[in-house]
């Protein structure tokens, strides 16, 4: 049953004659958090995006989610049926307030209940904000955000849709340490569940991008290596790291 949550069959995607990714197959159960690791151009964004519907897959490959084809539909469908990601570079819609900036990611249909309207959507959009650790500038104009900051709305934006599958890419980039760990919180938060004053989450699935490995191996209990665009490896965070592929392909490179 948990398996049918999200498959990932023969996915891959060529740029003229570059394979990025190359017949990536997996699958995670409704609760899991996987860990995406690998080196610089190993394909991990380019995959990230062809599950959002930024990038159509090569003919074949396939993305279910909930039992749903996601491969080669359009982003707006794609986080309405609950899988939403946040982005490696930051482009929020600078001249608005940050608060605009998560109101828009509010009026989703999945997120927007019949009935509520704008004084709630702000306050559901603040609640996000507030859990993301960035309220205090909710009326700044976005273009004030600092790096890590700019990484806060990100998640703020993408956890204001409601997700049950949340795809991360590299939300610890450009964070200091203290940053770090409070980010590595806040991610562990969400997985748990709970109320967060408008906003009720589940607690989504999520896969996570990070060249951190020690911290993305505290949250995750299951990594999966990309080299070249294929898996070279894929189990818990302690067989990961005696893996002598992996070491090869990755750690022994300097990764940290
Ligand atoms: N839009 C694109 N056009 C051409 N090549 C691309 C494009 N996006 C990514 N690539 C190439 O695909 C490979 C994988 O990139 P990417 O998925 O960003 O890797 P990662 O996120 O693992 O660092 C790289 O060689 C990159 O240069
Ligand atoms: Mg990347």
């Not at 989504?204 to 294929?230: C, D, Q, Y």
Request: proline share 5%.
């Amino acid at each position: 049953m948990s398996e049918s949550f999200l498959e990932i069959k023969s996915l891959s995607k060529t740029f003229g004659g570059l394979t990025a990714v190359n017949n990536v197959n997996f699958s995670m159960g409704r609760h899991q958090i996987i860990g995406l690791i690998g080196p610089n151009g190993a394909g991990k964004t380019t995959l990230l995006r062809m599950m959002t519907g930024i990038l159509k897959p090569d003919p074949g490959g396939s993305v279910l989610f909930k039992g749903e084809e996601c491969a080669g539909k359009n982003t707006w469908d794609i986080v309405n049926k609950g899988m939403v990601s946040t982005f490696q570079n930051m482009r929020p819609f600078r001249k608005l307030p940050i608060l605009a900036n998560v109101m828009v990611a509010c009026l989703c249909p999945r997120a927007l209940k019949r009935g509520e309207w704008v004084k709630k959507i702000e306050a559901k959009a603040m609640d996000a904000l507030e859990f993301a650790g960035i309220s205090d500038m909710a009326r700044e104009k976005a273009s004030v955000l600092s790096q890590g900051d700019l990484k806060r709305l990100e998640v703020a934006r993408a956890i204001a849709t409601e997700p049950e599958l949340l795809l991360l890419d590299e939300p610890f980039g450009g964070l200091s340490p203290a940053e770090t760990d409070l980010m590595a919180k806040s991610i562990k938060r969400l997985h748990k569940g709970g109320r967060f004053g408008r906003l009720h989450s589940e607690g989504p699935a999520m896969i996570i991008v990070e060249h951190k490995l020690h911290w993305l191996m505290m949250i995750a209990s299951r990594i999966i290596v990309l080299n070249f665009g294929t898996i070279i490896a894929d189990g818990t965070p302690d067989e990961i790291i005696k893996n002598p592929q992996v070491i090869e392909a990755y750690l022994g490179q300097g990764g940290n």
